[in-house]
């Protein structure tokens, strides 16, 4: 399992400057040059630890915040090795703090919402943290706040998607805090995002997963039209419709059936890393 967390990485002086591109680090994608790509690979934890350092040392500093943010996203999303040490560093703690101190600032919202995102992506403790730390209001926050924003829009449903797989508590907090609204509305306003579409349909699909009361509600909000849209929108996007397929086969369980009862479609698999800012 992953090691013991520890304190933050020790203060140290931060000099603002561009921010390095990196994969999934920023809004044009793409890969990053050879020099940097090593910094996240599980072998060489140094460079998470020092963006760790430069993140914790400058909270007031939203650059700062923006960046290190992005690249806890990129790093998270090389795998599990990644993720274990983030979480070990207190990684968690220091993206939880920016979401709550830049509340204002959407490219902030919109990478620290990534790295959430990934470091939950299939790894239960990580899930179980952000969600104790409130991660997952926070994460709603800024998809309400952000409303326009295309890339807190994609980076906050793909949270919330994998903030909700496979975890009782984690659907329990995103439907309580009005998460399928929240979605429903950015599925809407958002037709050409893929992130938002598949990580909509995949939100909505895990909320209706567990019994008869929370399908009726996620149907009565309008999921169901707002899946079939996003499957007719996007026909050559394989994430999309599996995500949309998967919540299809939990609204159309009727009658007594249960969670794992074999019928409808189930807690569908995690999916891959959003490693990399999607396009229309």
């Known amino acids: 399992g992953p090691a013991a967390r520890r304190a933050p990485p ?52 939203h650059e700062v915040q923006e960046y290190g943010c992005s690249a806890l996203r990129a790093a998270a999303a090389e795998g599990r090795a990644n993720q274990d040490l983030i979480g070990a560093l207190s990684g968690i703690e220091i993206i939880i703090e920016a979401l709550r101190s830049h509340s204002n600032v959407d490219k902030v919202q919109s990478a620290a919402c990534g790295a959430l995102g990934n470091l939950a992506h299939d790894h ?25 924003s295309d890339e807190v829009q994609n980076w906050g449903c793909a949270a919330l998607r994998h903030l909700t797989h496979g975890s009782h508590e984690g659907r329990r907090r995103t439907a309580a805090g009005g998460g399928a609204e929240v979605v429903l509305v950015s599925m809407q306003a958002h037709p050409n995002q893929p992130m938002v579409q598949g990580g909509g349909c995949a939100l909505l699909g895990h909320l209706a997963h567990e019994c008869v009361e929370d399908r009726i509600h996620v149907i009565a909000a309008g999921a169901l039209p707002a899946i079939l849209r996003a499957l007719r929108s996007h026909p050559e996007l394989a994430r999309v419709q599996a995500c949309g397929c998967a919540a299809l086969g939990n609204l159309f369980v009727t009658g007594s059936a249960t969670a794992g009862s074999g019928t409808g479609g189930g807690d569908d698999d995690d999916g891959d890393f959003d490693s990399e800012a999607p396009t229309p």
């Not at 926050?141 to 326009?148: N, S, T, V």
Request: aromatic content about 2%; charged content about 20%; proline content about 9%.
């Open 124 to 148: 239960d403790e990580n899930k179980a943290r952000i969600i104790e730390l409130g991660g997952i209001e926070l994460v709603i926050r800024a998809l309400r706040a952000f409303g326009p």
């Open 10 to 61: 020790a203060a140290m002086a931060v000099a603002v400057g561009p921010a390095p591109h990196i994969r999934g680090a920023g809004p044009a994608g793409g890969d990053a040059p050879d020099c940097l790509t090593h910094l996240f690979e599980p072998r060489a934890g140094a460079g998470i630890e020092l963006v760790l350092q430069a993140t914790h040392a400058a909270p007031e500093i």
